[in-house]
C-alpha cells in the first residue's frame, strides 16, 4: 500500500508540476495572459506540498527520484497534449529513468 501511494503522489505532482509549467508557457508563449500564467503559478505551488505527503521521510531522496517521473511524465505530457511523437530513444530514456525511480524509492533497506 505504501509503494502504491508513493506512486500516485507521484503521477499527482508530475501533473501539477508539468501542467503548471504548460499554464506558464502557454500565458506567456502563446499569449494566453495573465490567467493563464496565474493558474500555473497556482499549480507550481500545489506541487511543492504534493511531494511532502510522500511516505519516505528524505528530502533528497523523493525530489531524485521524482526526477526520473518528472522525465517520463513530460514526455507523456507531450504525447497527449501537444501531440508530440517520442522515438525509441525518448522511450529507452524514460524507462532508464523510471527503472532509477523504482531503485532509489523501493529498493530494499536495511
Same mark, same amino acid.
Given at each position: ?5 508513493? @506512486? #500516485?503522489?507521484?503521477?499527482?505532482? &508530475?501533473?501539477?508540476? @508539468?501542467?503548471?509549467?504548460?499554464? #506558464?508557457?502557454q500565458g506567456v508563449r502563446e499569449h494566453?495572459?495573465?490567467?493563464? @500564467? ?12 504534493? &511531494? ?23 514526455l507523456a505530457w507531450g504525447v497527449v497534449?501537444d501531440k508530440f511523437r517520442p522515438d ?7 524507462? @532508464?529513468?523510471?527503472?532509477? #525511480? &523504482? ?8
Open positions: 500500500m505504501t509503494v502504491l501511494r508513493s @506512486i #500516485v503522489l507521484f503521477v499527482l505532482a &508530475a501533473l501539477a508540476e @508539468i501542467g503548471g509549467a504548460w499554464l #506558464v508557457w494566453r495572459g495573465l490567467l493563464w @500564467i496565474a493558474a500555473g503559478v497556482v499549480s507550481l505551488g500545489a506541487y511543492g506540498f504534493v &511531494a511532502t505527503f510522500q511516505p519516505d521521510a528524505h528530502f533528497g531522496r523523493i525530489l531524485a527520484a521524482y526526477g526520473g517521473v518528472f522525465v517520463a511524465g513530460s497534449v525509441r530513444w525518448d522511450y529507452v530514456g524514460a524507462a @532508464i529513468c523510471l527503472l532509477g #525511480v &523504482a531503485v532509489i524509492m523501493y529498493a530494499p533497506r536495511g
